[in-house]
C-alpha cells in the first residue's frame, strides 16, 4: 500500500467519527448507567417439625351452669353474697324468714308428744288386759280339773246306784256337783273369750296409736326439711351473677326465673366448630391421645391457654357441614369467660423435618404462589412453591425450596428475576 493511499484511509476514519457520535445524539441511545443493588430483608428456608394444626372461632362456655331457685315461699330475711362473687359449695347464700317454718315445727313435735303419752295409756291398757286373759284361763284351767274329778265321781257313784249300794240322795248330791262345775266351766270359757275380745282390742289400740305416732313423725321430718329450705346454700364452686332476691323480697318457691345464677368456670368449656373433611383426623388422633388445644380470647393480644378435647358431637350439622367439638381449660387466671369469643387451635400431630418459611416470603401471581429466591451471586430467581399449609405466622413449603436457601421476606415490589439484592438487617 502506499502512502498516498494510507494518508486517504485516515483521512476517512477520522470523518466517520463525529458522524457516529452525531447518530447517537440524534437517536438518544446512549449508554445506560448499572441499576443499583435493591435493598431487601431475607430468611433461610428452615427445616424443623412442625404441628399439624387447624384453627376456628370458638365460644366459651361455664361447665356447668345453676339457675339458683327457693323450694318454700318465704320472705329473704338475708342475703350472704354480694353479685359477682366466687363462692364454694353449701356456702349459704340466702337465709329466707324462718318463724312460720319453726312453728309448723313445734306443732308437730307437740302432736307427737302427744300421740305418745297416748301410746304409754294404751300399752299399759293392753297389759291389764293381757293380764286378765291370763286369770280367766287360770280359772279355766282350774275348773276343768275339778268338773274332771265330779265327773269321775258321777260314774263311780252311779255304778253304786245301780247295784243298790248307795241312797238315790247321795247319787244326786255327786250329780248335782258335776253339773255345777260344767256351768262353771262354761262360764269361765266366755270369761276368756271376753278377756281375748278385749286384750284385742286394746292390741289394736296400740298398733293404731303407733302408726299415728309414725305420721306424726313424718310430719316433724317433713316440716324439719322445709325449716332446712330457708337456708339456700350454693349447689356448687362458681361465680354468682345478677341476684333477682334481696332482703325483704318474698320469693316463690321453684320461681322459673330463680333468685341468682352459678356459673362453674373452673374449669370451663370453649365449644368450637371444623369442617366435616377434617372428622377422620380428628378420630384417628384422637384415638390415639387427647387432642391439645390452645385457646386466646379473640381481638386481644393474649398468651393462649391448654386444654384438651373431651368431647366429639356424636353428629354432623348438616346445614353447615360442621362437626362440634369442647375443649376443656382448667382456667385457674379466669383467662376466658363464659360467652366470649375465642380462637382456637386443635394440633393433630407433628409433621417431621416440614420447610418452613415466613409467610411474608410467599407471593401469589398469575400463576400461582412463589417466592424470590436469593442466589449465590447477589441476584434473585422467581421460584414458583407448593404451599403445603399455613402456621400462624410461617407457611409450610411443599416443594420448590430446599433447607437453607434464603428467600426475600421483604422488598419484593421492586424485584425482578436477575435483579441484584443488598441484603439487609430487618428492622
Given at each position: ?401 430446599k433447607p437453607g436457601e434464603r428467600v426475600v421476606t421483604d ?17
Amino acid at each position: 500500500m502506499t502512502a498516498r493511499v494510507r494518508r486517504r484511509l485516515a483521512l476517512l476514519a477520522l470523518a466517520a467519527l463525529p458522524l457516529a457520535a452525531c447518530s447517537d445524539r440524534a437517536s438518544g441511545q446512549g449508554r445506560q448507567p448499572a441499576r443499583p443493588a435493591v435493598p431487601v430483608t431475607v430468611s433461610e428456608v428452615a427445616q424443623r417439625d412442625v404441628p399439624v394444626q387447624l384453627t376456628a372461632i370458638g365460644t366459651v362456655q361455664a361447665y356447668t351452669s345453676v339457675v339458683v331457685k327457693s323450694l318454700v315461699n318465704g320472705q329473704v330475711e338475708r342475703v350472704h353474697f354480694k353479685e359477682g362473687d366466687d363462692v364454694r359449695q353449701s356456702q349459704v347464700l340466702f337465709t329466707l324468714d324462718q318463724r312460720p317454718f319453726e312453728a309448723t315445727l313445734r306443732q308437730a313435735e307437740a302432736n307427737v308428744g302427744r300421740d305418745r303419752a297416748a301410746l304409754s295409756q294404751a300399752e299399759a291398757a293392753l297389759k291389764q288386759r293381757q293380764a286378765e286373759v291370763q286369770q280367766a284361763e287360770a280359772n279355766l284351767a282350774r275348773d276343768v280339773a275339778q268338773m274332771d274329778n265330779a265327773r269321775v265321781q258321777e260314774k263311780r257313784y252311779r255304778e253304786l246306784l245301780d247295784r243298790e249300794l248307795i241312797a238315790r240322795e247321795q247319787y244326786d248330791q255327786i250329780r248335782t256337783n258335776m253339773a255345777t262345775f260344767e256351768a262353771t266351766v262354761r262360764a269361765d270359757q266366755a270369761g276368756v273369750a271376753n278377756a281375748g275380745a278385749a286384750a284385742n282390742a286394746a292390741q289394736a289400740t296400740v298398733e293404731n296409736t303407733r302408726a299415728v305416732i309414725r305420721a306424726d313423725e313424718a310430719v316433724v321430718d317433713s316440716a324439719r326439711v322445709q325449716l332446712s329450705y330457708t337456708v339456700i346454700r350454693a349447689p356448687m364452686d362458681g361465680r354468682t351473677g345478677n341476684a333477682t332476691a334481696f332482703v325483704g323480697t318474698v320469693v316463690k318457691a321453684n320461681d322459673d326465673n330463680g333468685i341468682v345464677t352459678i356459673n362453674q368456670v373452673h374449669p370451663v368449656y370453649v365449644s368450637f366448630a371444623l369442617p366435616q373433611q377434617f372428622l377422620g383426623d380428628i378420630k384417628k388422633y384422637g384415638a390415639e391421645r387427647r387432642l391439645p388445644v390452645q385457646a386466646a380470647p379473640s381481638q386481644q393480644k393474649q398468651e393462649p391457654t391448654r386444654g384438651e378435647v373431651t368431647f366429639v358431637n356424636n353428629t354432623v350439622d348438616t346445614t353447615t357441614g360442621t362437626i362440634q367439638l369442647k375443649a376443656t381449660f382448667a382456667n385457674t387466671d379466669n383467662r376466658l369467660w363464659p360467652g366470649q369469643y375465642a380462637d382456637v387451635t386443635l394440633t393433630l400431630t407433628t409433621e417431621p423435618n416440614a420447610l418452613v418459611v415466613p409467610a411474608r416470603a410467599v407471593q401469589t401471581g398469575q400463576n400461582g404462589t412463589y417466592v424470590f429466591v436469593v442466589k449465590a451471586d447477589s441476584t434473585v430467581e422467581s421460584r414458583p412453591v407448593e404451599v403445603a399449609r399455613r402456621l400462624a405466622s410461617e407457611m409450610v413449603i411443599g416443594k420448590g425450596l430446599k433447607p437453607g436457601e434464603r428467600v426475600v421476606t421483604d422488598g419484593q415490589l421492586r424485584l425482578v428475576p436477575g435483579a441484584k439484592v443488598d441484603v439487609k438487617k430487618p428492622a
